[in-house]
């Protein structure tokens, strides 16, 4: 039978303000993270990552914020702008395994309004 | 330019049909996958190989078969077992160095049943 698509979080913020994007996570063996944007019609590309021995990394404009405690994940853009609009997306890696064998979140939808 | 390069873009198959989707890389990149995408939903892993000539399942391997002759190219055979093969297909590699991890995406094949 033909398959129902799930409604995925969005997040709709005006040019400038700062988004944060929210993920929880299932595996707490997982010890690597990472953080893709994909545009419609696009292949995900990737934006952060983070290891578990970390709680915080920083890129430009962005950040991943990690706490193991919780399983919780989030990402955090400065000075948002109309061309971050994507679908994000986390994913999550368990140590020992190959590091392409990503177990993806289902994303959210970020809109910027000028 | 080196990338990952999917083809076709878009592909259409009657029911009963096999089809194959085409990737190949120049970035001599050891380890390379195959995602499957639906509406509203994350990538999910269908094989992956880690060095020519040898591959494995991922999470939804049935209906699907790869194979890995060359280093540069794996491609995707969506055979007429798999139940609901429309979908966004999307092929990655990875390098097998140490301290990068990271999984390059090509720009995807989107496949229609009719």
């Known amino acids: 039978g033909e398959s129902v698509g799930l409604h995925l979080p969005t997040l709709s913020v005006q040019e400038g303000d700062n988004s944060i994007i929210n993920c929880a996570y299932s595996n707490s063996a997982s010890d690597y993270f990472i953080w893709y944007k994909q545009e419609s019609g696009k292949g995900p590309q990737f934006i952060i990552d983070?290891?578990?021995?970390?709680d915080k990394r920083q890129g430009q404009r962005v950040t991943v914020l990690l706490n193991k405690t919780v399983k919780h994940l989030s990402l955090q853009i400065a000075a948002t702008q109309p061309g971050d609009s994507a679908v994000y997306f986390c994913?999550?890696?368990?140590?020992?395994?190959?590091?392409?064998?990503?177990?993806f979140g289902q994303g959210t939808i970020l809109t910027v309004h000028p | 330019d080196g990338g990952i390069t999917q083809s076709p873009k878009y592909l259409f198959r009657k029911e009963g049909q096999n089809v194959t989707l085409s990737c190949e890389q120049n970035l001599n990149h050891d380890a390379m996958y195959w995602y499957r995408q639906d509406p509203g939903q994350g990538l999910r892993l269908i094989y992956y190989?880690?060095?020519?000539?040898?591959?494995q399942k991922g999470d939804i391997a049935e209906g699907y078969s790869v194979s890995r002759e060359k280093k540069e190219s794996f491609p995707l055979t969506v055979t007429s077992a798999q139940k609901n093969p429309t979908a966004f297909y999307l092929c990655?590699?990875?390098?097998?160095?140490?301290?990068?991890?990271?999984?390059?995406f090509g720009a995807g094949s989107r496949l229609t049943v009719l």
């Open positions: 983070i290891r578990s021995n970390m």
């Open positions: 994913a999550e890696n368990v140590g020992g395994t190959s590091y392409g064998k990503l177990t």
């Open positions: 190989s880690q060095i020519v000539n040898d591959f």
């Open positions: 990655a590699s990875l390098t097998g160095r140490s301290g990068a991890n990271v999984l390059t």
